[in-house]
């Protein structure tokens, strides 16, 4: 650091002692994580936004004249949310003890959405459920805490709030978020500098966020703007995208729509990027109401599962040069029967480029190990069009706690790297992956490691009945003693029992299909 540059500000510790206190008051009230998580995001977005005005009211200050006042346009073209008196965060801090506070914010928020239309109906109205007192440790706390951060900032505050709320709702937090280190992968694999990119699972937001912190980490040649459009069929949820986006100075098109059935975007062939975690192995979905779909060109799984639906979505979203990253359940790169046709479809088609297997706990609801596809169309007759990159990633990760596990900075660069060697990318080492990078790849050039990584050719991936199981191709690295991983072969096994359990059900189909024709 140079001598007199300002300190570096520590996000994590300002973050971390924000939700200290919050949960503290949590503990002190009657309230649920559910409950309480709304209202303290609430009023981290509107710190967020008093911020940003009051930064742009000094800016602005002078600028007048005696024919024309400064006003919500001025405030607006600055890209800033405008506030009306009301819901100035000094405004508040002045209420009296005896004033009705939650109401108070109540209607802040609501002359907030007055005033910008892109908000209407999305911030919070619930603060009246928190006591006064609650309220006002709350207003101070996030005023003192917050009160010297800017920018990024605020949206990373958010963030981790988004998922340490997750952890605390355990199940529910699975429609809503996506941990950061998984989101951050497939945004560094999937390279959206710029164009339509689209979530049709949007949760709240994390993947538009990421792409557009990519944008901003890339400002080259390539990195222009992003389009951001997103769907989301749950009503609070959509809520927390909105402000998410909000708090990170980004606009979109998201709505409130069911993506099995419904399709806002004439989405077909439409999309530069789709990035997305939608929910595994869901039934009973009218697939009926999808015959005839364009978005469905290899045509509907007959097993009682949409991941193949949610695989084809993608897919089809995607213009000829677009690139897809997903989240998915293990199960579906061995699935069966028809799953399997639809699947050796897309992979004859070219259109699958990279598969990574990850570590198991790494998200909240779902603490078995999921699997990471990459679509790019784009990839026709490069030298690579006729292969796939697998990389198991099962033994990388950083253990958080005992239940939970994420990636490092370094980690996530490093794995991004060998999809940058497999392409023939530079790769990137700003993020400290260096010593990662030249243990396993000492000549800077992309080479199949055990353990690690392989590049598969098609006709590999046809002996194999069209798997895209990347323990099926990665060659397991040399042991130096005989010393079993537990957790590890743990995993294995239980991948082992997950895929055996999936032949066993198509075998039962099967049979009953079988037994019926013979009955007929």
Known sequence: MTDGAPPK???????????????????????????????????????????????????????????????????????????????????????????????????????????????????????????????VSLLRSVNAI??????????????????????????????????????????EITEPFDGKILDPACGSGGMFVQSARFVDGHRNEKARRLSIYGQERVDETLRLCKMNLAVHGLEGQISQSNTYYEDPFKATGQFDYVMANPPFNVN??????????????????????ANYVW???????????????????????????????????????????????????????????????????????????DKVLFVDARKIFNQIDRAHRDWLPEQVEFLANIA????????????????????SFPDGAYLDVPGLCTAAPLEAIEKQG???????????????????DFRVRLEELNEELEKLNGEAAQLQERLAANTAELLR
Do not use: C
């Open 420 to 439: 940058r060697l497999y392409r023939g990318e530079p790769v990137e080492t700003s993020g400290g992956s260096g010593s990662l990078m030249s243990t």
């Open 466 to 484: 069209w798997s895209l199981n990347p323990g099926r191709y990665v060659a397991a690295a040399a042991r130096a003693d005989d010393g079993i």
């Open 9 to 135: 500000t520590d996000i994590h510790a300002i973050a971390d002692r924000l939700w200290e206190t919050a949960d503290e008051l949590r503990a002190n009230s009657h309230l649920k994580a559910a409950e309480y998580s709304i209202p303290v995001l609430g009023l981290i977005f509107l710190k967020f936004a008093d911020s940003r005005f009051t930064q742009v009211e000094t800016e602005l200050s002078g600028k007048g004249s005696g024919r024309r006042e400064i006003g919500k346009a001025d405030y607006q073209a600055k890209g800033v949310l405008y506030l009306p008196e009301q819901s100035r965060f000094a405004d508040l801090l002045d209420l009296k003890e005896g004033d009705n506070l939650g109401k108070a914010i109540n209607d802040a928020m609501a002359a907030i959405e007055e005033e910008n239309s892109a908000l209407k109906g999305i911030l919070p109205r619930t603060f009246q459920a928190l006591s006064n007192d609650t309220l």
């Open 146 to 187: 917050l009160g010297d951060i800017e920018g990024d900032a605020f949206g990373k505050v958010y963030e981790y709030f988004l998922g340490k709320f997750a952890i605390a709702e355990g199940d529910k937090a699975g429609e809503f978020f996506t941990p950061t280190s998984i989101v951050s992968l497939i945004v």
């Open 284 to 305: 009973k979905v009218d697939k009926a109401k999808l015959e005839g779909d364009k978005r469905f060109p290899f045509g509907l799984p007959k097993a009682d599962n």
């Open 311 to 385: 695989i084809q979505t993608f897919y089809s979203a995607l213009n000829d040069k677009g690139r897809a990253g997903f989240v998915m359940a293990n199960s579906a790169a061995d699935a069966g029967a028809s799953e399997l046709e639809i699947r050796r479809k897309l992979i004859e088609e070219k259109a699958v480029d990279v598969i990574v297997a990850v570590a198991s706990n790494f998200f909240y609801t779902v603490t078995l190990p999921v699997t990471l596809w990459f679509f790019d169309r784009g990839k026709r007759g490069s030298e690579h069009e």
